[in-house]
Protein backbone atom coordinates (compact mmCIF):
# COMPACT_ATOMS: atom_id res chain seq x y z
CA UNK A 1 0.00 0.00 0.00
CA UNK A 2 1.41 3.13 -1.41
CA UNK A 3 1.38 6.45 1.34
CA UNK A 4 2.88 9.87 0.61
CA UNK A 5 2.76 11.59 4.28
CA UNK A 6 3.40 15.39 4.23
CA UNK A 7 4.59 17.23 7.53
CA UNK A 8 5.95 20.94 8.35
CA UNK A 9 3.16 22.71 7.54
CA UNK A 10 2.46 25.16 9.96
CA UNK A 11 1.98 29.42 10.89
CA UNK A 12 4.44 31.89 9.54
CA UNK A 13 4.38 35.77 9.21
CA UNK A 14 4.84 37.36 5.80
CA UNK A 15 8.27 36.54 4.70
CA UNK A 16 9.12 33.47 6.56
CA UNK A 17 10.29 30.16 5.99
CA UNK A 18 8.92 26.46 5.97
CA UNK A 19 10.22 23.25 4.56
CA UNK A 20 7.94 20.42 3.96
CA UNK A 21 8.57 17.01 3.73
CA UNK A 22 7.13 14.36 2.13
CA UNK A 23 7.82 10.71 3.26
CA UNK A 24 7.12 7.59 0.74
CA UNK A 25 6.56 4.34 1.24
CA UNK A 26 5.01 0.89 -0.53
CA UNK A 27 6.86 2.59 -3.93
CA UNK A 28 10.10 2.12 -5.28
CA UNK A 29 10.81 5.90 -5.14
CA UNK A 30 13.51 6.28 -7.09
CA UNK A 31 11.16 5.44 -9.82
CA UNK A 32 8.75 8.06 -9.20
CA UNK A 33 8.78 11.83 -10.46
CA UNK A 34 7.32 13.39 -7.14
CA UNK A 35 5.74 17.16 -6.79
CA UNK A 36 3.84 19.73 -4.77
CA UNK A 37 0.59 20.90 -5.21
CA UNK A 38 -1.73 23.73 -3.80
CA UNK A 39 -4.96 24.64 -3.02
CA UNK A 40 -6.21 27.19 -1.61
CA UNK A 41 -9.46 28.49 -0.26
CA UNK A 42 -12.15 28.13 -3.35
CA UNK A 43 -9.19 27.60 -5.60
CA UNK A 44 -8.65 24.88 -7.77
CA UNK A 45 -5.39 22.66 -6.73
CA UNK A 46 -2.53 24.12 -8.62
CA UNK A 47 1.00 23.19 -9.60
CA UNK A 48 3.79 24.25 -7.25
CA UNK A 49 6.75 22.34 -7.96
CA UNK A 50 8.07 18.78 -9.31
CA UNK A 51 11.21 16.71 -9.83
CA UNK A 52 10.96 14.96 -12.09
CA UNK A 53 12.40 11.49 -13.60
CA UNK A 54 13.54 12.54 -17.32
CA UNK A 55 15.69 9.10 -17.60
CA UNK A 56 16.07 5.77 -15.44
CA UNK A 57 19.37 8.44 -13.77
CA UNK A 58 18.06 12.05 -13.99
CA UNK A 59 15.75 14.21 -12.71
CA UNK A 60 14.83 17.38 -13.99
CA UNK A 61 13.03 20.55 -11.75
CA UNK A 62 10.23 22.52 -12.71
CA UNK A 63 9.02 25.59 -10.76
CA UNK A 64 5.28 27.47 -11.26
CA UNK A 65 6.16 30.99 -11.84
CA UNK A 66 4.62 32.50 -8.83
CA UNK A 67 7.31 30.94 -6.39
CA UNK A 68 10.55 30.54 -8.50
CA UNK A 69 13.34 32.11 -6.85
CA UNK A 70 11.79 31.42 -3.25
CA UNK A 71 10.98 27.85 -3.58
CA UNK A 72 13.42 24.68 -3.70
CA UNK A 73 12.71 21.51 -4.24
CA UNK A 74 14.88 18.51 -3.75
CA UNK A 75 14.59 14.84 -3.01
CA UNK A 76 16.59 12.41 -0.80
CA UNK A 77 16.04 8.69 -2.22
CA UNK A 78 17.68 6.72 0.33
CA UNK A 79 14.89 8.67 2.71
CA UNK A 80 12.56 8.13 0.29
CA UNK A 81 11.63 11.32 0.79
CA UNK A 82 10.79 15.25 -0.93
CA UNK A 83 11.36 18.21 0.22
CA UNK A 84 9.96 21.61 -0.38
CA UNK A 85 11.86 24.51 1.20
CA UNK A 86 9.82 27.78 1.29
CA UNK A 87 11.57 31.21 1.35
CA UNK A 88 10.06 35.00 1.52
CA UNK A 89 6.24 33.30 2.14
CA UNK A 90 3.61 35.75 0.92
CA UNK A 91 0.03 35.90 2.12
CA UNK A 92 -1.08 34.01 -1.39
CA UNK A 93 0.72 31.10 -0.89
CA UNK A 94 -1.55 30.61 2.17
CA UNK A 95 -3.04 27.37 1.25
CA UNK A 96 -3.10 23.07 2.18
CA UNK A 97 0.01 21.85 0.32
CA UNK A 98 -0.30 18.19 -1.46
CA UNK A 99 2.66 15.67 -2.45
CA UNK A 100 2.33 13.43 -5.28
CA UNK A 101 3.57 10.83 -7.32
CA UNK A 102 3.88 9.78 -10.92
CA UNK A 103 5.09 6.81 -12.43
CA UNK A 104 5.92 8.27 -15.78
CA UNK A 105 9.18 9.53 -17.19
CA UNK A 106 8.70 12.80 -17.97
CA UNK A 107 8.06 16.45 -16.45
CA UNK A 108 5.45 15.76 -13.48
CA UNK A 109 3.72 19.20 -13.35
CA UNK A 110 -0.44 18.52 -13.97
CA UNK A 111 -2.92 16.77 -11.66
CA UNK A 112 -4.07 14.17 -13.77
CA UNK A 113 -0.86 12.66 -14.20
CA UNK A 114 -0.52 11.67 -10.20
CA UNK A 115 -0.71 7.95 -9.69
CA UNK A 116 -1.27 8.69 -5.73
CA UNK A 117 -1.14 11.75 -3.32
CA UNK A 118 -0.70 12.42 0.05
CA UNK A 119 -2.97 13.49 2.51
CA UNK A 120 -2.20 17.52 2.39
CA UNK A 121 -0.92 19.76 5.13
CA UNK A 122 -1.46 23.14 6.00
CA UNK A 123 0.42 26.08 5.07
CA UNK A 124 -0.98 29.37 6.78
CA UNK A 125 0.84 33.08 6.05
CA UNK A 126 -0.03 36.05 7.76
CA UNK A 127 0.60 39.53 8.03
Known amino acids: QVQLTESGGGSVQVGGSLRLSCAAS????????MAWFRQGPGKEREFVSSISRISSTLYATSYADSVKGRFTISRDNAKSTVYLQMNSLKPEDTAVYYC?????????????????WGQGTQVTVST
Open 100 to 116: AADSRIGLFTSTPDADY
Open 26 to 33: GLTFGGYS
